[in-house]
């Protein structure tokens, strides 16, 4: 098992790429910690991974509330000693992005990513090493739609990625993030009320012709997080089937 007794933090866990991260890092032997505001889904879920004899715990934890933060980093060291890999997912809900509501957006995707970090990295100090991976979006990438506050402040994930990557490199500490392109979950629910075809007419600007599912986010954070990535980084995975590789409907 490739995270066999690694005890992960996963922000955001109730639902969609983190419910998906949380599964499969469980399947692979970690004790994995489910944050979310989502008091019911979270429960649910930790109850699912036990019953599939895996070991979890939910804490009801806001990531834009240090306080909070101080409180999902004790019950996870209460419960399991040490804290070996930081998923910081979570993410406001879909109409504050729509809207381009700066502060809860940078609240829980920018300052909530930033509170963890700091509260894993001293654990992680004292265990000799860790693992943290931030999701990022292609929107840090390239221009898309109408979303100038997600875009830029998931530029900005990316850019303190690479900035806390060379703070802890001598911490044996890896920090890398991941950029996915369109992924098929609760997020776009909003988007699929209004349009119920938005899923097919995104299939033109992706060359593999197909949107992505949450487990295909779950599988590249399962290699960052594991020991195959021991040399990774400051890397900026993007899986996205091709989105930001060009244009596939340039009309030559
Ligand atoms: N779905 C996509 O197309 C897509 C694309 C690129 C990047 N991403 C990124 O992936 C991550 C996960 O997105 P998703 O699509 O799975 O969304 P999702 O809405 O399915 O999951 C987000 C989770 O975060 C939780 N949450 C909200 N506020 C919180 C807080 N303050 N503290 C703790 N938890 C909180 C929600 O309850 C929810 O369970 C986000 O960072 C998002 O920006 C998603």
Not at 6 to 16: D, H, L, M, P
Not at 42 to 65: K, R, Y
Not at 231 to 248: H, M
């Amino acid at each position: 098992m490739r995270l066999e007794n690694k005890v992960a933090i996963i922000t955001g866990a109730a639902s969609g790429i983190g419910k998906a991260t949380a599964l499969r890092f469980a399947e692979e032997g970690a004790k994995v910690v489910i944050d979310d505001i989502n008091v019911e889904a979270g429960a649910q879920l930790a109850t699912e991974i036990i019953d599939n004899d895996g070991t979890a715990i939910f804490v009801p934890a806001d990531v834009s509330a240090p306080g909070h933060v101080e409180q999902l980093m004790t019950e996870t060291q209460l419960h399991f000693g040490t804290i070996d890999i930081l998923v910081n997912n979570a993410l406001c809900n879909t109409a504050h992005v729509l809207e381009n509501n700066w502060d809860p957006i940078i609240d829980v995707a920018l300052r909530g990513t930033d509170h963890c970090t700091k509260a894993a990295i001293t654990a992680m100090q004292q265990n000799g090493g860790g693992s943290i991976i931030n999701i990022a979006s292609v929107n840090a990438l390239i221009g898309l739609q109408s979303i100038h506050a997600y875009s830029a402040v998931k530029g900005a994930v990316v850019a303190y990625t690479k900035s806390m990557a060379v703070s802890h490199g001598r911490d044996n500490i890896r920090i890398n993030c991941i950029c996915p392109g369109t992924i098929q979950t609760e997020v776009w629910m909003p988007m699929v009320e209004r349009n119920p075809n938005i899923f097919d007419d995104l299939l033109p600007w992706y060359p593999l012709g197909r949107i992505g599912q949450p487990i295909d986010i779950a599988n590249a954070a399962l290699f960052l997080a594991s020991d195959e990535a021991a040399f990774a980084t400051g890397s900026v995975l993007v899986i996205d089937g091709g989105l930001t590789a060009g244009l596939p409907q340039f009309p030559i």
